[in-house]
């Protein structure tokens, strides 16, 4: 019974290429994000959606373009990849934002490695 | 610039002992303070938090304590187990209309049978 699901787990591609990423969370929070996991392995903010609103966009190439159909799914779409977006890409949900504390729960993660 | 530091990579604890974990923090608005677990191929689970009107926190073995003051929290896992061993994220929030979470660079703790 997964709380946030992603898929694939593992993506390899060539540079160039165009791909996407699939988050999908049942906890029935309103605000997802994205975050990326580089070599050094710090976990560093891409994006935050709330009830499928862009509220947080960090410095982010727009090669990344994040996508929330509904509450309930973020998905990354990655346009013209290059060698340094390989990284493990998490997806993560939670309950409030600006309200009170929130904990963000997390997927299990997304291995893209660019060729 | 690192506003969340975790200064020690990795840390071995006996079975049994206790583990001490640190993290500190440069940004004084941060409000909000998070432990994450992370094993191997999968996602941070959350473990304690700690919001910045308390000082201490509590939940079974584990516990965070959070200096203001000098900008430092800890967390402390007594006793320690081998299914402790993995890698520990300290995290960070401000109060505002987003939560960004601002993650350390994680610290491995190995705790030996």
């Known amino acids: 019974d997964t709380a946030v699901s992603q898929t694939p787990k593992y993506l390899v591609t060539q540079m160039g290429n165009d791909k996407s990423i699939k988050c999908e969370q049942n906890?029935?929070?309103?605000?997802m994000y994205w975050y990326k996991q580089d070599s050094k392995k710090f976990l560093k903010i891409m994006f935050s959606?709330?009830?499928?609103?862009?509220?947080i966009n960090e410095t982010v190439p727009n090669r990344f373009s994040p996508k929330s159909p509904d509450k309930a799914h973020l998905n990354l779409h990655i346009n013209s990849l290059e060698l340094g977006d390989s990284a493990v890409y998490f997806c993560?949900?939670?309950?409030?934002?600006?309200?009170?504390?929130?904990?963000?729960?997390f997927g299990p993660g997304t291995r893209l490695t660019v060729l | 610039d690192q506003q969340v530091k975790q200064n020690s990579p990795s840390l071995s604890v006996q079975e049994g002992r206790i583990s001490i974990l640190n993290c500190d923090y440069t940004?004084?608005?941060?409000?909000?303070f998070l432990w994450y677990k992370k094993y191997p191929a999968e996602g941070p689970t959350f473990l304690i938090s700690?919001?910045?009107?308390?000082d201490k926190n509590e939940d079974g073995r584990f516990t965070v304590f959070l200096n203001k003051s000098a900008k430092h929290l800890s967390l402390h896992i007594v006793p320690s187990q081998p299914g402790d061993s993995a890698v520990y994220f300290c995290?960070?929030?401000?109060?505002?209309?987003?939560?960004?979470?601002?993650f350390g660079s994680g610290t491995q703790l190995t705790v030996l049978p």
């Open positions: 940004n004084s608005m941060f409000d909000y």
């Open positions: 993560a949900s939670s309950q409030a934002t600006g309200v009170g504390t929130d904990t963000q729960y």
């Open positions: 700690i919001s910045s009107i308390k």
């Open positions: 995290a960070a929030s401000v109060a505002g209309s987003a939560r960004q979470l601002t």
């Open positions: 959606y709330n009830n499928k609103e862009l509220i």
């Open positions: 906890l029935g929070h309103d605000t």
